[in-house]
């Protein structure tokens, strides 16, 4: 099997095949070295604590804070249990990197989970992984037993006093669950509705007991951290965004998939690796880091780099590192509509701004794509996203607000169009060029 | 009369070793999923055998099975197919490949086929967005790159 392409600076996903995810493929690559050196020499869980601050790691599900003070916050001294999970519900429209992860190099994400619970001391971790697939929650639970049986999970890890055990958690298709408290409650066997914060899972996490959730990613960076020391990976990336940072290429580009690269590396390098845009066709919009992020037109992308302040900089967010592509001929009145209607469907109806607001954003869209928007339409649409962004528990309400400002503000004129004439400018009035446009069937 | 089968408590017990015992309903999830695969859909018996084994009340668990989109809470066909719809998916053909399919089967989303072979979902995203289009088959077996001909090939597939 030849190694799959993910770009010349991978760390995570290099050198897989697709095929070479077991343990024994895994040892070979120097797994399990970086678990093997903390438990030999011996380091102190305060010095794990300070190399993972040292390497600058952000988290890597869509906030960006810093992992190392993350971890600082558990309280040291707890009596009774604390809990580590990890975040693999991976929903965000165009985000598919840690599918990647857990299918082709599970046992990093296990080698990093170990690594967590020795840091903060702690002996029971869960990964919940996304409901839709199933192949990869097995692979992963297949993992788990080859590392159990190897002696790196359970009672007395490698021979010493350290005891951790890891277990797999199948979600069953709820976006909302990707909000970290909300699959706390998702692991309890509740509806996933997100809590009240404060307080925080540091204090009151799973079962009420003290809590970290970081994402897939996250876990995955850290065995290469310890392995190499925090500067190594801080020098992979800029300073306050070390690392690596996989990217999840959707949409009109010749390659989609995934691709890891150094975090500053130019968007137009990225492009290029994702084999450039479909059909030669222009640029026209990119949403950079998930859909809920704001949109950037091509050519505001085409200037940036690939890291949380650039990015920021640039007026959006780094957020999943989910970069979905469009080019010329994409509407972008529809392509707004489709994900008010998904923030939509995937509200969980606990606050009203947010149950009731998404309805009215995705109506109020969907009329004007129809031919049926009015001329105040685009002001009521920025009104409800100032009414509903900020007035919810979570942050899905801010996810949904977001992206209909950006499409708004920055296709405005598109939007106008549409209002004006009642029909598209765009001529293919939609979402333009598939790979392979399927033919309906003679009549 | 048990709706359970032996298995399928084999492998709730399964589940239930990876939480506090003091927990149980933390398998609730994985109960309803393993007794849908079993009945393809949760009746309300059904739930409630699913709450006694958890000792849970019968309404916690019909808040789970109403919350998540994979629960089956009517009979579907024998072939559950859901396709990905979300932006990410359409710009790649996702849209084409459920409208060839709602054409091919005579059907709509959330419709079932006369012969009971076929129910047409729209999903949202599967975390797979690089495969576009995207489809699963009774929430389980996820199919990638559905052009026209595997679209054929799997509807084929799936008949006999």
């Given at each position: 099997m030849s190694a799959l392409n993910y770009g010349p600076d991978a760390v995570i996903l290099k050198g897989l095949t697709g095929e070479n995810w077991r343990l024994k493929d895994y040892e070979q690559r120097d797994g399990y070295a970086a678990l093997k050196k903390i438990l030999k020499e011996g380091m102190k869980p305060e010095d794990v604590i300070n190399e993972v601050k040292k390497s600058a790691l952000r988290g890597r599900g869509g906030a960006g804070f810093p992992t190392g003070l993350k971890w600082s916050f558990?309280?040291?001294?707890?009596?009774g249990p604390k809990y580590l999970v990890c975040n693999s519900d991976e929903g965000e429209p165009g985000t598919f990197k840690d599918r990647d992860i857990i299918r082709y190099n599970p046992h990093i994400l296990i080698e990093g989970m170990i690594i967590a619970g020795y840091a903060m001391g702690i002996g029971v971790g869960y990964n919940y992984i996304h409901g839709e697939i199933w192949a990869d929650y097995e692979r992963f639970e297949e993992a788990l037993d080859e590392a159990r049986k190897a002696g790196y999970l359970g009672k007395n890890i490698l021979g010493t006093d350290f005891s951790f055990d890891l277990f797999a958690h199948h979600g069953y298709g709820a976006y909302i669950c990707g909000e970290e408290t909300a699959l706390l409650e998702s692991l309890e066997g509740k509806k996933g509705q997100p809590r009240f914060k404060p307080p925080f899972p540091a204090s009151f996490g799973l079962y009420g007991k003290p809590t970290t959730i970081n994402n897939t990613e996250t876990f995955a960076a850290v065995p290469f951290i310890i392995r190499e020391g925090g500067d190594a990976f801080l020098a992979q990336g800029k300073p306050n965004n070390g690392g690596t940072k996989i990217f999840s290429v959707s949409g009109h580009v010749n390659r989609p998939g995934n691709y890891e690269i150094k975090l500053g590396t130019p968007f137009a390098k990225l492009l290029e690796l994702a084999g450039g845009m479909r059909g030669g066709k222009k640029l026209k919009g990119v949403i950079p880091g998930g859909s809920s992020m704001p949109v950037l037109t091509g050519e505001v992308m085409m200037a940036t780099d690939m890291d949380y302040d650039s990015i920021a900089k640039a007026g959006s967010m780094l957020g999943s590192g989910a970069v979905i592509v469009m080019d010329e001929d994409t509407c972008m009145v529809r392509a707004a509509e489709r994900l008010a209607y998904f923030y939509f469907e995937e509200s969980c109806g606990q606050c009203t701004p947010c149950r009731e607001g998404t309805g009215w954003l995705y109506r109020v869209i969907h009329r004007i794509e129809h031919g049926q928007g009015r001329p105040e339409d685009l002001d009521l649409l920025l009104n409800l996203a100032d009414n509903i962004q900020g007035r919810t528990i979570c942050a899905l309400g801010d996810a949904a607000a977001m992206p209909v400002r950006a499409f708004v503000k920055t296709f405005r004129a598109e939007f106008e169009y549409h209002i004006e004439h009642k029909r598209c400018q765009v001529k293919t009035g939609g979402y333009s060029n598939a790979a392979e446009p399927l033919q309906m069937a003679a009549e | 009369m048990s709706l359970l089968s032996a298995l399928a408590k084999q492998k709730i017990d399964r589940e239930l070793t990876?939480?506090?015992?003091?927990?149980?309903?933390?398998a609730c999830m994985s109960a309803l999923a393993i007794a849908q695969d079993e009945h393809g859909w949760l009746s309300n018996e059904l739930m409630d055998e699913v709450a006694q084994y958890l000792g849970m009340a019968p309404v916690a668990v019909y808040e789970v099975a109403t919350f998540y989109n994979m629960y089956n809470l009517k009979p579907t066909g024998k072939h559950k197919v859901t396709v990905c719809t979300n932006l990410p998916c359409a710009l790649s053909g996702g849209v084409d490949a459920a409208e060839y399919l709602k054409h091919k089967l005579g059907i709509d989303f959330r419709e079932t086929t006369a012969d009971g072979q076929f129910t047409l979902m729209e999903g949202e995203c599967m975390g797979a967005c690089g495969d576009a289009p995207v489809l699963l088959v009774n929430n389980k077996r996820m199919c990638s790159f559905m052009s026209k001909e595997k679209l054929d090939q799997l509807v084929e597939e799936l008949k006999k």
């Open positions: 558990m309280p040291r001294s707890f009596p | 990876k939480y506090p015992a003091d927990q149980k309903q933390s």
